[in-house]
């Protein structure tokens, strides 16, 4: 059974900080690709960031561009989002993901099959 957890979330104000991590219970080279979306009041699930596992390929939604850093332990099993200049349109919960499909880092809900329970991240202007 797979499971992947998120910590880190929290409350900060405009400007400030926050790292997120994702732990994964199987041996993570068995996923291609791992992800963080969000999911902002009244609003669709949508892609923040995705890494593929063991070439550290990296994609990032153009709203976090910049801003956002994506990074994985391979020995620990931990992948981590690394958020900066944080603004109140970053509030939301936060998802990690994780896809076992060679050769695609994608950036759809419909292209991971296994989730987290997410973390919440407010922040206040």
């Known amino acids: 059974q797979v499971q992947l957890g998120e910590s880190g979330g929290g409350s900060v104000q405009a400007g400030g900080s926050l790292r997120l991590s994702c732990a994964a219970s199987?041996?993570?080279?068995?996923?291609?690709?791992m992800a963080w979306f969000r999911r902002a009041p009244g609003k669709e699930r949508e892609f923040v960031a995705g890494?593929?596992?063991?070439?550290?390929?990296?994609s990032y939604a153009d709203s976090v561009k910049g801003r956002f850093t994506i990074s994985r332990d391979n020995a620990k099993k931990i992948m981590y989002l690394e958020m900066n200049s944080l603004e109140p349109d970053d509030t939301g919960v936060y998802y990690c993901a994780a896809d076992m499909t060679a050769g695609r880092l994608g950036e759809f809900s419909g292209d991971y099959t296994y989730w987290g329970q997410g973390t919440q991240v407010t922040v206040s202007s």
């Open positions: 199987a041996r993570p080279f068995l996923y291609y690709a």
């Open positions: 890494i593929t596992w063991t070439r550290g390929t990296t």
